[in-house]
């Protein structure tokens, strides 16, 4: 009697679990996965094309991985028990391997840095070609407008280990036709001057790089004010878990840090609708924000976002950038009566239309236009400028 | 579908077994299973479901006519010969036509094109199933079955469908009529599927880890001690991937009153490779010697037929696993092997310590699954030529080249241990009906199962490697 109620509890109670999860699958899924920031997987609709192509199987997969519950539960105390343990495992031998790149299951680390494999010239060529002849048509098509490019080096444009730079920045430049005063970029040329400029687990700048890039940028912008300055030193925001600390490598984190600023006040409009702000800096260095991500703390990569400082003397900027220009709008947009911050991959979805260039710039009285991204920014199809 | 993946454990399982134990009657208990096999088999191969279903209606008719002509041999032969050559013939066309093209085109320098056929999940272990039904029933060993639909559910019954063992009819025959269907049996049977679950997740996944890294790596970075790391922690994965399906297999048709026989027994601490054989895939190995083998005249006949018997049966062996020609050599370099331990080895081995034996045995097999391993013979040779000719390891370069290989290396000690043959108290422990042992063990098994859980749903690496045969 006694056996039979113990294995009724233990079979029962195996059967009531998976049940529960598939319950929750079918009948109360989540939207959100917290966890990964995304939208949370449903089972798509079942019909003969989506079982024959095996959509819906594929969904039912993914949907369970969300929805069955704990599932965040479950994939946190597994991302943190593999990555603790080849964390623990991994550093004596990342220390022994100072000066070189070691690969965590496909993750590449140089030092203490998460970083991307560089790319040779001959792999980026053609496509910035077709990117430069495609500046040079507007360039040419504009002469009203002053055109300005900022390339920022990053871990893509050089070995590590060799020294070696691939070239695709000077390479790129030599196909603008632009002068050379318009053109300038954040110049890395060896891991020291990276990992100064760049965050340690996140792809993008860090406070230093971004103010570095800012000054550069009110240069090249022949803007007749000086940059502002920040209000004292760096100030530690929190723990950052960046962009690259996933998976197997989600157990490296870094301390953030910013510059506070006393930006002058300007309305900001976030996709056309009225925003209090771009970004969340001043929560944050109040201590009253969590979450701590790159966007989250100077702004996500919104379609458009516009900047009005009230100052009409002043000019009008548009900015064609990518998410490394988030940290670095508000600032610029101090010293321009309109500044325009456009990310043409998110344009038209979220602000329902195409982004066509020639009615932009005339509809929104632009004087100015900042090209501004990393090598793979001046690569990508996303960014090619059209209208 | 396969076992370890989040639609079977959260939506197929549970609502097979709510709807198999929602009735009382046998045939409907059947028919839920008959269904449910059937959405198994098209969740992954919706199209080619109707290639096993015309597999078991050829097996069925051929049944049939040789019932019927029972008083003549002669057309009864006629009826079987016709049955097995368009069965195997179904798998020639399925699993080897493409092989046999790309190999003529290459030796006759000829250009036919080549028929690009996919090969269907399973088809070898079900092909191997109807041919045991037909062969016995030929043999008048088992009776034939005259319902379409329980031949079909014998064939396409989930647990053993596409990564067997292989079941003979004989075996499942009176089952499929007539089982009892207990709640020990379903306790025990589940915690039968979450050992195969865990031999699956945890282990054979884990050292799949180093394997990837190695072999698919720069094989300038690695030296002899990492391919020999690689090759042990791939015969580990390849063990623990394929016993905890069969494992699962078991448990799962324990569960629903189905006792299938056991297809692994710890081959790796077998004493030499003729053991081996008798400990791994024993549904498959005894298949090859019932139904090949001693049709062929066993070892009734002269040396030199005997010896070609062998190689016929151990060349099918590797075949069977893949239209490839390193498993056609895994094959026979099993039944040369197996040649030498009848002729001369064995008695050089009965003479030496037990461990001494299985260090040879164990030796011999890792070196053959590097062998498994490759289907490019460069590659293998290199891989064979890392472990024999020393190369001292840079470790540096290992940890730099990929560092997750350090994650794959902690499984293989934990692998090595697992495949031994648990302590007899252990034993004991697992099998006693004591109230306390037994909410231990299941205590324990839900642990397992909770462990289980978390890394699939975490992560999505988990292909089995038997899927392709």
Redesign the interface.
Known sequence: M???A??????G???LL??A??AR?VFFPKEINYLEQRYAEQIAPLTAES??D?SF?DS??KA??DQ?QL?ET??K???TV?SR??KA??AP?LS??RD??????GTLMFNDNIVYAPFTLEEVAPSLDAKAENFNEYFAAHQELDFYVYYLERDIDLDFETGERMGAREYFFDRLDLPEDRTACLHVDSFEDFSARYLRTDHHWNYAGAYQGYTELVKLLEVDEPPLAPQGGPVEVGTLYGSRSTG?TSAFSETFYAYRFDYPDMEVTDNGYPAADYGSQKEFLSGGADQLTYGGFYGWDEGEVRFDTNRPERENLLILGESYDNAVVKLLASHFNNTYAVDLRNYEPHLGKDFQFSDYVEEHDITKVLLIGCMTYFRMDEFTLEG | MVFSASPFIYGFFPIVFLLYFAWNNRIWRNGVLLAASLVFYAWGEPRLLVLMLLATLEAYAGGLLMERWGQSPRRRKAAFVVTVVLLAGNLFVFKYLNFAVANLNLLLGGRLPLPGIVLPIGISFYTFQILSYVIDLYWGKVAVQRNYFYLLLYVSFFPQLIAGPIVRYQTVEHEIRERRETLDDAAAGMRRFIQGLAKKVILANGTAALVEVIYKGDPAVYGTAMYWAAAVAYSLQIYFDFSGYSDMAIGLGRIFGFHFLENFDHPYVAASITDFWRRWHISMASWFRDYIYIPLGGSRVSRTRWVVNILIVWGLTGLWHGAEWNYLLWGLYNGLFLLAERLVLGRVLDKLPKALCRLYAMFFIVVSMVVFYFNDFGQMLQALGQMFSFRPTDWMGVAAADLSALYGLFFVPLGLVWMLPPPKALRRLGESDAPAALAANNLFHLALAGVCVVIIVSSKYNPFIYFRF
Do not use: H, P
């Open positions: 006694a056996k039979k113990i294995n009724a509890v233990f079979a109670g195996i059967l998976l049940l999860g598939l699958t079982w024959l095996g199987q039912v997969d369970l991985s069955v599932s479950y994939k105390t597994y991302n593999s343990f080849l495992v991994s031998i022994q391997c070189r790149y070691v690969n965590i299951a197997m």
